[in-house]
Structure formats: structure tokens, C-alpha cells
């Protein structure tokens, strides 16, 4: 949609009511276009008429009501609307932020219900996350997706499956207390199964556009807390001074997040870094303020690769098999310390 659309024309026939990802059609354009209305023309709403097959009879005719809808209005009557900015067709299932960007790959383009299942695996395809991680891009995410299209069918919602799946967590957790190898590795390869489900939750809400600041915000403390217990119960379930070093590790872990949030929330200008880029917003501030970026591109890339969540987790199965648990909470010891080490010289260096 460019930015000077004021007027969007949906011609819907039976297909308004085709369920796709958990939405019927005709309301998954309407969050589409009030998305791109929200960015593109945020103190103005952008009217929006729904012209209907003339087989479809009256009773059948229906208009979006979503609380959601905070950027659109539906116009009564088709005035003006031959000359519509946009025209979009109730087939059309839109990848999110298509209509805003304007690419030529707008969407999915339904000619009959049987097309749905296909369309429903391109459009979890194209709602990844740039950030993702190689393990997470090869490994997680085609099994959180299949995971995916089934909760979409139920009106489970996205902070919803977070806290469903925390159980898992406690589990491992308690079978790394236990300290002994077959327990050792079942328990983090439950971690390793958390980690995978955890992409479910992201996916189900750009899928149905329920993101929220929110179920962020719980996403990244159970997140945060799965670290903590995984460094504390495994030094625990070694034992003897390894305890002490869990103990550590969950410490360096807790003020390295806090670190990073804390400056999160108090960063007044945006990093240099391209937004499209591997890394979230928080660690492009930190590597654009730490030096590490002086390194290299290709050096800092790899580096941040190879030390992402759905890598170390999956890294860390293969070292509990192998029976090295201990490198494990060394690797988790010496990570966070860097990593606390990069955000304080950050911070110091942004308070210069």
C-alpha cells in the first residue's frame, strides 16, 4: 500500500470465510491493511469497502469486528471507491507487512479451499524471525511450524502456550538436580524440547497478529529463567564446588540481562546497525557500543551464531551424551561473563 492510500476496495465471494492460520480471510486483510494503515498513516484512518460477489446473499455478508481495527473504518457505500488506492481480493492470504512494503510477493492466492494447506505453510515460512539461529532455522523452526498449524486450529493463545509449556523446564530441571548421567541427559535434552516449542508462541501470534508487548515481556522472562535454572540445577546436580560456579553462572547470567535491559529501555537513539540483521535491537546496541564490531562483520556474525540459544541448547545434548556436563557449565560460566563484560564497557562507553 504506498503512502498516500486512503481507500482500499475487497471484493469478497465465499472465500471471505475461509479459515487460513487461524483466521478467516476477511478479517486476516482487515488486520493486514490496518497494520500498514497504522505505520503509513498513524492520526488518520484509512476507509475500506467491501464490495460482495452478488451471489453471495445478504445474510451471508459480514464485516470484521476486532477491536484490533483501530486504523480502519468500513465505508457504507462504494462512493468513490472505482479509484481505490488499493484492490485486494478476498483470496489473497497477505504475508505480514506486505501491504505496507509493497513487495512482489504480496501473499498467497487461494483458487479453491484445498490450496489453504499449502498457503498456510509458505505464510509460517515467510513470519520467521531474521534473528533466528542456524539450529533454529534448520532444526526448530520446521518442527514448531508442523507444531504450529495444529494449535492455530484452537483458540490457544500465544501467552497461553508460554506458560503450557514452562512444566517442561521444571522437569529438566529436577532431572539435573538428580546429577547422574541418563538424568543429565534427559534433562537437557527437555531443555533442547523447550527451546523448540518456545518458537510456537512468536508463531502463533504474527500468524493471528496477537503480538503484544506483554507476552513479550513473559516470553523473555521464562526465557531468562530457563538460563538461570539450567546453570543453577546443573552446577547443583554436580555438586561440590561445581555448585558454587552454578551458583556464579546463574549470577553473571541475572546482571548481564538486567544490564541489557536496563539499557534497552534508556537507549535514546537507534543503532547503526541495519535493522534486517541477524541480531536484536538490544544486542545491536551492545555490539555497536562494545568495540567487539571492530572485529569484523563475517568474525561478528559468527561469533553471535554460534553462542545463540537454540545452538548452545542442542550443543549442550551432544555434551551430556558424550558425558562432559561439567564443559557445559563452564561454557554457560564464561559466556555470560563476556557477555557482561561487553555490556558494562558498553554502558560506559555510551555514559563517555
Known sequence: MKAASRRVLILADESANWEVAGLRQLDRLALSINEAARQLHPHERTSVFVRWNPEITAEKRWLPKDERLDSIEFATADEGFESADLILSSRLVPFRNALRLGNGDPGCQLDSEKDIPACEK??????????????????????????????????????????????????????????????????????HVYSVLDGCDGEIARAKFLESVAGRRLDGLCDIASNLLLALCLGLGLAGTYAIEGFVTAGLIAANEWFLAARHSKKETKPEISTDSPFYPRHRDLLQHSGIGMLGEKFTYWLVQLTKRDVAMLAFVVLALLNRPVWILHLLGVTAAVSLTLAVKAGLTTNR
Not at 513470519?127 to 514448531?144: A, T, W
Not at 507444531?147 to 539435573?176: C, D, E, M, Q, Y
Open 122 to 191: 509458505r505464510l509460517l515460512r515467510r513470519g520467521g524471525k531474521s534473528q533466528d539461529g542456524l539450529v533454529s532455522r534448520f532444526l526448530n523452526r520446521p518442527i514448531s511450524r508442523t507444531i504450529t498449524r495444529v494449535l492455530l486450529k484452537t483458540a490457544i493463545t500465544p501467552s497461553g502456550w508460554t506458560w503450557l509449556i514452562v512444566p517442561i523446564v521444571l522437569i529438566g530441571s529436577f532431572l539435573l538436580l538428580r546429577g547422574e548421567f541418563a538424568a543429565t541427559v534427559w534433562g537437557l535434552i527437555l531443555f
